[in-house]
């Protein structure tokens, strides 16, 4: 018999990869290809839609001659996808409709603060679970209308389509047959109602959205439809934002399991099963995943909006290192951080605090400090950021962490992790499947089309490869936390409404 794969389309901010495992969840092959950033204001973040598609479809075939098998040998294809990025796009030509904006653009601010003080503002956040912010698909597709001429009539006309990453590839990978989102994805916008799992009639009166832009709104674990390009006559068997992708990933599917991605920004989902947990301490309640017909799975989760990426601007802007690991080798030049405090507050600061005003500080800054006490700043603003969400996450969920599984490409950096276990005092663990995001929405995939039969089957696929343990002081993370938490504080109000 011959062997079976399944495919992840892993669409992320700042590049797309395909990944192909096999039937134990081990990676056989992956094509990765980055796409430019732009930057055309402070606080704004674009991508080029069209750009991306063009990297699936040469990644797809990439990935297949890598793992020396063919197309009809993969049982369904999952995609897993950067969230709240927002595209338009003309429903005839499929062309986009101006750049994407991405989920750290800060553009729709002053929009949020005015819709705020409008008429159904506190109804739209309760049935969206989501606090209005600037982070959310909903207020940029409300600006995308505001600025460009005649959208909105044409929208409402039906000719413009909206959609996240998710949405665009689908729509692309059929040829434009589904217009389709997941639940996962739809729970990001501030439009969905996480009660019916549906758009909300309120929420899209108050944002003044036509229906008829919008996709339809399925469970996470479903048949999709069949790609006709990049993986033609393959099944998309799954759609997952991509931490839910990695929640599931790591077969998180027990009510308290928690894990944290850090990537390019850096989030800590803790499943809390199929009752909607809201928070009292900023974190976002959030959809999980749905299998099929099933009540769907919720989560609370902390978005920390710049992990990764502070590292990628200690190196391409600063240019203090030539490549991303070397910054482990630098802070070990030093036994401290001097005394020094980075808080990247680039695009504001998200979990727990929400404040879209708060700018990025540099503190503590003395003729003592050297490149080397930055870097380790820079891994440390990491750590503690995660600490100020797992506060609140057992603050929200009553519960005490025990353990953190951790995936992504920051988990390389031994020493951060071992500072993220001292700062959290609790073990981290790392497990053998790194790529827990492409995983999640391989896992995904594959157990729609019954490539995988149940969720038992995933857990046994899963294995540990290292693991931190907590070595600070007490009376040291106590001192250190309380410096952070002032340094937080010089980042409020540094935008004025005005500006």
Request: charged share 20%; aromatic share 8%; glycine share 8%.
């Amino acid at each position: 018999m011959t062997e079976r794969y399944v495919v992840a389309i892993d669409q992320g901010t700042t590049s797309t990869r395909c990944i192909v495992f096999d039937r134990r969840g081990q990676l056989v092959s992956l094509a990765q290809q980055e796409h430019k950033q732009f930057f055309p204001k402070p606080g704004w973040v674009e991508h080029d839609a069209a750009e991306i598609w063009r990297n699936v479809e040469r990644l797809a075939p990439l990935a297949l001659r890598r793992a020396g098998i063919t197309v009809d040998q993969v049982a369904a294809v999952g995609i897993a996808n950067q969230r709240e990025t927002t595209v338009l796009w003309d429903r005839r030509t499929g062309v986009p409709i101006g750049r994407a904006l991405v989920w750290q653009d800060t553009r729709t601010d002053s929009l949020v603060h005015r819709l705020l003080t409008e008429p159904g503002a506190e109804e739209v956040q309760q049935q969206s679970a989501l606090p209005l912010a600037t982070y959310f698909s909903g207020p940029r597709l409300r600006w995308m209308l505001d600025h460009t001429p005649g959208l909105q009539v044409r929208a409402e006309r039906g000719e413009v389509l909206f959609g996240t990453m998710e949405t665009w590839l689908i729509w692309n990978l059929t040829a434009g047959a589904v217009h389709a989102t997941d639940v996962t994805n739809a729970s990001r916008t501030n439009l969905l109602d996480v009660h019916t799992l549906d758009w909300s009639p309120e929420a899209l009166q108050f944002f003044g959205i036509p229906r008829a832009m919008l996709p339809e709104v399925r469970p996470s674990v479903a048949v999709f439809g069949t790609a006709t390009s990049a993986f033609p006559g393959v099944r998309i068997g799954a759609a997952l934002g991509d931490q839910q992708a990695a929640l599931f990933g790591q077969t998180c599917f027990t009510p308290g399991e928690a894990k944290c991605t850090y990537g390019t920004g850096s989030f800590l989902l803790l499943n809390t099963g199929t009752e909607l947990v809201r928070s009292d301490n900023g974190l976002l309640s959030t959809v999980a995943y749905q299998i099929g017909g099933e009540p769907a799975h919720f989560a609370l989760e902390g978005s920390i909006a710049i992990t990764g990426s502070l590292v990628q601007w200690f190196r391409d802007q600063l240019e203090l290192i030539a490549s991303a690991p070397e910054i482990e080798t630098l802070a070990r030049t030093v036994a401290d951080n001097g005394g020094c405090y980075i808080v990247p507050a680039f695009s504001g600061l998200y979990a727990p605090h929400w404040r879209s005003e708060a700018r990025g500080v540099i503190v503590g800054l003395t003729s003592y400090i050297t490149k080397g006490h930055l870097a380790r700043a820079v891994l440390e603003a990491t750590a503690w950021q995660t600490r100020e969400v797992v506060d609140a996450m057992n603050a929200d969920s009553g519960l005490t962490l025990k353990t953190l599984k951790v995936d992504g490409g920051m988990t390389a950096d031994n020493l951060l992790m071992q500072y993220v276990a001292d700062v959290l005092d609790v073990p981290v663990v790392r497990p053998l499947a790194a790529e827990t995001v492409s995983l999640g929405a391989a896992y995904a995939a594959g157990l729609s089309v019954g490539h995988w039969p149940d969720l038992e089957d995933l857990r046994r696929n899963w294995h540990r490869a290292a693991q931190w343990l907590p070595a600070m002081d007490p009376r040291r993370r106590d001192t250190e936390y309380a410096n952070w938490r002032r340094a937080v504080e010089r980042t409020f109000d540094w935008i004025q409404p005005d500006c």
